[in-house]
């Protein structure tokens, strides 16, 4: 107590920019909710009737409650989460067990509690709990993630609560706690698999587009490129002679020689990386040959997974992301392109307020929750979405700074996790509204519609701010 | 210091990685609200309309390449009640349609709480508008929003002949809908009867899709993504059928005011020429219009059954016409020969039973002559002597050789033309005639069932399968199964069932001798008024008893022609004709001429014919 009381005067105040930027967003939320919910008719008079049985209404009631939340939270001294921090996991992951039993259902999954109108979403308690508990474990002891059990720990803690929430199912929300691998790369994990798996990632995309053969055959041919590059002496000629043998290999694919093709192009390229083998004694290029053979194999591998073992709506689901072309806009890809068309009907300045003719006659699905980046969109136009999506980047990146600002380390892991949480909701909400990313159901936080959501985050937001404000207090 | 700086870096990355993103978004923006024109053109756009395009459905010519079948233009109009104009000029639009304001009322307020109907998606408001209405319409189309124009084909029927046989479309049902898995919606075309019915999944074609940008107002604003996702529609195959159209529509003219059938085969290719149920109608009263429901209905409540198609539904007794086959089955199965004589003391006689011959004739002297004069007694005989050959009592097994050849020739069972509803006519079986008389009571023998041997008795062959006896007597020994394609104007394969051969078992030396027996008939015989001048026509009366009306009895004629190298092959049925000799055989000569010819130069045989009225009743 003495140390807080002396540092008092020194740091009790709050990061202005966060918290503007976070009241400015959580304000534009409910005016787009405002504007969805106007519809053709506009609101009843009666502020009863307003309050209670309109969607803007009920989210007022829970700004309300967050607001209340906030101050309530401010107060609470800055120490506490660290020694509650499993407490508060442990119960999130009690309610994720119950939520199958006891849980409501909507839309098919049990992710909610319900009482009367009163919904509540354990998973959302958890995001929360687990920031909590990841920061508090970082924190036990100082070579923490030095061994490999450590290690294992660390992700154990975000694993089991992603189990438990694809019981649900709920994919979205699932996805969110792989966040907290941003956290861990911070404190130390090493980069190699964090490219791995984003080498993975794009090969998947590309093998699902370009079919595994054409991946193959470019991932080949660029190896191979590689290899004529070392060569000293002559490299113009051996540069011509191998674009003559591209240009050969493409020819044969247009007559349809596809394995024919496919076989010269690997020989060729094994001829090359065989040739410095031999000549120049050059061993640098096995881990490359080794790295295009595991790379061909997991192209045929996940278009094999893709085409066979995946189910029909899971792979309907992939193509609406990757081959929106191949889909009927009237069928399976009517989501995306409501939500598309809703966004490019904004326009540079867009329709302005209330004027969204898609959003406003419900042309656009669940457009007050996960889709609420399209009434942005088409009521702003590029103006409104620009700025909400500078207005994420400054916040993310001022949550990094404070991070990185924190003497006490559990204060910096919690940032981070928080940045992490917000990063993936703010990127596969937005990017999904318009097409860029596959339809995941997660909110847009601080806009979209939903008590929990919002309460959530406010929670968040207010532990941040109530560490950060005590940074000196050690 | 250095572990300081790779946090500093890792830092940077995750700060980048934030960068990064919502540059990538803006980006993603920018692509979509400011530089993607597509997007631009969409601005206005509120959804994408899925319209359908009908194909046109397939011609179907004749074999001279007439059209018999066209399509004509008619129109729906639509409407969706939510893009209406609350103040439209009714009045107007009731004139323009030509409809009463009650009908108008009773269009458009559809039962909203009922599925099929939706207030944002177009419903039918009035069917079966005229080209000329809807061009007068089309003009005013934008004072009244929400009403669109559709096009639907509807048949004609150039040469207003052969209602059967090209049979009537009608909107499918609910089943059709069902059984085709998405091939049909409601509101859609599909063949009911005969050829339409048939060749269906040919004719139908293929429906196009377009996918079609809407503003709010229900205005089309283009093809979405210019069109690419569209698919086009493909016009259902054109046919021509084997059908001589004015040999039909001759034959039609010849069967007016009778009831019966007529058909004409091309020996050599089993091609149907002419294929005649009468009485029959004018198959343009069952184009789709407003007045074809009437139509319909009186149609089906004709006593004359018009929609009952005597070609192939019409089970008959052959009568006297059987008699070549029981020859050519005798002289097959070396119980007959062509010499043998007889003589027919007025009828055939064993123990208490008498078959009297009708025919006033004396000594027999060769199966040509007991062809030409019909007797019979000479074929009571010679059946007799078939179902005998291997012992009186021993009838089952001779019985069964019978039957075998008669189903080599296509009787007992229906020839899978392709047409619907063939029947098979009735070839009664040994089992049959164990349970009618059965071992207890003194079972069966040949004189039990003689009566077959001149074609009465329970031996039914259809029309159709009369022409191709006549075709197979023609061919001496062999058929192609009649049918009404000659080819898919586009060269798709007709079915191979219509390019195979069968092959009876009768040698073709056997048929000689009955064919001669067939011309001695038109020659000398009961076929004499069959006789075309310059014309070696070949064929066979028959008379066939009326169960109904003793005075009425059914008159049937069936022929070839020429004698060497037929063309054409012909068999004709008339109800309550009287002799065969009266109407039947000049009515298949006629028709013979007229398609060897071109021509008919018998014009008095011919009015004659043509006023012919017969009916069930005495007048």
């Known amino acids: 107590m003495a140390v807080q009381l002396s540092n008092q005067r020194a740091n009790q105040s709050l990061d202005w920019i966060t918290l503007s930027i976070f009241v400015a967003l959580v304000a534009t939320g409910w005016v787009m909710i405002y504007s969805v919910g106007y519809g053709n008719s506009g609101y009843p008079q009666d502020l009863g009737e307003f309050m209670f049985q309109t969607q803007i209404g009920r989210q007022s009631i829970w700004l309300f409650i967050s607001f209340v939340a906030f101050l309530l939270l401010m107060t609470v001294d800055w120490q506490v989460w660290r020694t509650v921090a499993y407490f508060i996991y442990i119960t999130g992951i009690v309610l994720l067990l119950l939520v199958p039993f006891l849980g409501k259902e909507i839309n098919g999954q049990k992710a909610w509690f319900a009482f009367g109108w009163f919904t509540f979403q354990p998973a959302e308690l958890a995001k929360f709990g687990t920031a909590l508990a990841l920061s508090s474990y970082l924190n036990s002891s100082t070579n923490v993630l030095q061994s490999l059990q450590s290690r294992i720990t660390a992700i154990g803690i975000f694993v089991l609560p992603v189990l438990l929430i694809l019981l649900q199912p709920d994919a979205g929300s699932a996805l969110v706690f792989l966040s907290f691998f941003i956290v861990l790369y911070r404190e130390g994990f090493s980069p190699g698999p964090y490219i791995i798996g984003l080498v993975m990632i794009v090969l998947f995309v590309l093998t699902f587009i370009y079919e595994p053969f054409y991946v193959s055959t470019a991932l080949i041919a660029l190896t191979g490129t590689i290899f004529v590059n070392q060569f000293r002496m002559r490299k113009i000629y051996w540069w011509i002679g191998y674009v003559v043998v591209l240009g050969l290999i493409v020819f044969a694919i247009r007559q349809q020689f596809y394995w024919t093709s496919w076989l010269a192009n690997t020989a060729v390229c094994f001829a090359l990386g065989y040739w410095h083998y031999e000549r120049n004694k050059n061993r640098g290029n096995f881990p490359i040959m080794v790295g295009l053979f595991l790379c061909v194999v997991f192209s045929f591998t996940t278009s094999y997974i893709t085409n066979n073992i995946l189910q029909e709506h899971q792979r309907t689901r992939i193509k609406v992301w990757l081959k929106p072309e191949e889909c009927d806009p009237q069928g399976e890809l009517y989501n995306v392109l409501q939500s598309k068309m809703a966004i490019g009907g904004g326009g540079l300045s867009g329709k302005g307020f209330l004027e969204g003719p898609m959003t406003k006659l419900n042309y656009v699905p669940e457009q007050s929750t996960d889709f609420i980046f399209c009434t942005i969109g088409e009521e702003y136009g590029f103006f409104g979405s620009t700025l909400i999506i500078v207005l994420f980047v400054i916040l993310l990146y001022r949550i990094i700074n404070i991070a990185e600002r924190q003497r006490a380390n559990f204060s910096r892991y919690y940032a981070y996790c928080i940045a992490g949480i917000l990063f993936v909701h703010f990127a596969i909400n937005i990017g999904m509204t318009m097409g860029f990313f596959p339809i995941i159901g997660i909110p847009l936080p601080f806009i979209s519609k939903g008590g929990t959501s919002l309460l959530g985050f406010t929670t968040m937001m207010a532990v941040l701010l109530k560490l950060d404000s005590n940074r000196y207090s050690i | ?619």
């Open chain 2, 1 to 619: 210091m250095a572990t300081r700086d790779i946090f500093q870096e890792r830092q940077l990355v995750v700060k980048g990685m934030i960068i990064v993103m919502g540059l990538v978004l803006i980006g993603r923006a920018l692509s979509l609200q400011v530089l993607d024109r597509e997007f631009q053109k969409r601005a206005s756009a509120t959804g994408i309309d899925k319209v359908i395009v009908h194909p046109g459905r397939g011609l179907i010519y004749d074999r001279n390449n007439k059209l018999m079948l066209n399509n004509e233009a008619l129109y729906d109009i639509m409407v969706t009640y939510n893009e209406l104009n609350p103040q439209m000029d009714t009045m107007k639009l009731c004139r323009l349609l030509q409809i009463s304001k009650e009908e108008f009322l009773a269009n458009i307020n559809k039962d909203f709480k009922n599925i099929r109907y939706s207030k944002a998606k177009p419903y039918l408001f009035l069917s079966k508008v005229t080209p000329e209405v809807c061009t007068r319409f089309q003009e005013y189309l934008f004072e009244f929003p929400g009403f669109s124009i559709d096009l639907k084909n509807v048949r004609s029927y150039p040469y207003k002949c052969a209602a059967q046989v090209l049979g009537y479309i009608s909107e499918v049902s609910q089943k059709n809908i069902d059984d085709a898995h998405g091939i049909y919606a409601k509101g859609d075309i599909i063949g009911s009867t005969g050829l339409e019915f048939e060749y269906e999944q040919y004719i139908r074609g293929t429906k196009g899709i377009n996918y079609v940008l809407k503003d709010n107002f229900g205005r089309p604003l283009g093809p979405y993504r210019g069109g690419i996702a569209d698919s086009m529609s493909v016009a259902g195959k054109d046919i021509e059928a084997s059908i001589d159209i004015e040999l039909q529509q001759y034959g039609e003219e010849l069967m007016a005011g009778k009831s019966g059938s007529i058909v004409a085969i091309e020996p050599e290719t089993g091609d149907i020429l002419a294929m005649i149920s009468a009485p029959t109608y004018d198959p343009n009263l069952l184009a789709i219009n407003k007045n074809r429901g009437q139509f319909f209905r009186e149609l089906q409540a004709d006593t004359r059954k018009p929609f009952f198609d005597r070609t192939v539904m019409a089970k008959y007794p052959p009568g006297s016409i059987f008699k070549p086959l029981v020859a050519l089955i005798g002289l097959q199965e070396g119980v007959l020969w062509p010499d043998k004589g007889l003589a027919c003391g007025g009828g055939f006689k064993y123990n208490n039973l008498t078959v009297k011959c009708v025919h006033n004739h004396g000594y027999l002297k060769d199966v040509a002559h007991g062809i030409g004069e019909s007797c019979n007694n000479y074929f009571c005989t010679v059946f007799k002597d078939i179902i005998d050959k291997y012992g009186f009592s021993n009838a089952r097994q001779g019985y069964q050789t019978f039957i075998n050849h008669l189903y080599d020739f296509g009787l007992g069972k229906p020839l899978d033309l392709d047409y619907p509803n063939e029947k098979g006519g009735n070839v009664p079986s040994v089992s049959y005639y164990d349970r009618l008389y059965p071992r207890e009571r003194g079972g069966w023998y040949s004189t039990t069932i003689v009566s077959m041997g001149i074609g009465q008795g329970e031996i039914q062959m259809t029309t159709i399968q009369m022409a191709n006896l006549a075709a197979t007597i023609a061919n001496r020994g062999h058929f192609y199964t009649p049918h009404l394609i000659k080819r898919f104007k586009d060269g798709t394969p007709i079915p191979v069932r219509f390019t195979t051969r069968h092959q009876t078992r009768i040698q073709a030396k056997h048929f000689e001798p009955v064919i001669d027996g067939m011309e001695l008939a038109v020659l000398i015989g009961t076929a004499q008024n069959a006789q075309i001048p310059g014309i070696d026509i070949v064929g066979k009366t028959g008379t066939v008893q009326n169960p109904q009306n003793k005075n009425k009895d059914h008159s049937v004629f069936y022929g070839f022609a020429p004698k060497y190298n037929p063309k054409i092959a012909v068999a004709a049925y008339v109800e309550y004709g009287g002799w065969g000799s009266t109407v039947a055989s000049p009515i298949a000569s006629l028709l013979i001429e007229k398609y060897l010819r071109g021509t008919v130069m018998r014009k008095e045989m011919e009015t004659k014919i043509k006023q012919k009225v017969l009916t069930n009743y005495d007048n």
